[in-house]
Nanobody
Framework: QVQLVESGGGLVQAGGSLRLACATSAQPFSAYTMGWFRQAPGKEREFVASIRRDGGTTYNPDSVKGRFTISRDNGKNTVYLLMDSLKSEDTAVYYC?????????????????WGQGTQVTVSS
């Protein structure tokens, strides 16, 4: 089974920054589109960002608004999410996901593998 393990979550003050990482056992890593989603209590899981095999990226303008940056390191089988200018509204469990091939979709149902999530809490 393909495994994805998130790390880097924690407590940060509003306006601060946090960097999440997701390591995966999927091989070859370069064959997958990688993405980040988040889910706050009582709300649906929401697409945040994704990065394709060629490095192309997609962001959710409503949730990110130019503050987050996704990147990948194929040598480490790891995808990152750099979150800047954090707001209280960013508080959620952040999930790493992967999809086989070059995927542009923001739909939760179309992704193949998921991590267990890491908690991000932003204090005001």
């Amino acid at each position: 089974q393909v495994q994805l393990v998130e790390s880097g979550g924690g407590l940060v003050q509003a306006g601060g920054s946090l960097r999440l990482a997701c390591a995966t056992s999927a091989q070859p890593f370069s064959a997958y589109t990688m993405g980040w989603f988040r889910q706050a209590p009582g709300k649906e899981r929401e697409f945040v960002a994704s990065i394709r095999r060629d490095g192309g990226t997609t962001y959710n303008p409503d949730s990110v608004k130019g503050r987050f940056t996704i990147s990948r390191d194929n040598g480490k089988n790891t995808v990152y999410l750099l979150m800047d200018s954090l707001k209280s509204e960013d508080t959620a469990v952040y999930y790493c996901a992967s999809a086989i091939g070059s995927v542009y979709s923001m739909a939760v149902d179309l992704w193949d593998y998921w991590g267990q999530g890491t908690q991000v809490t932003v204090s005001s």
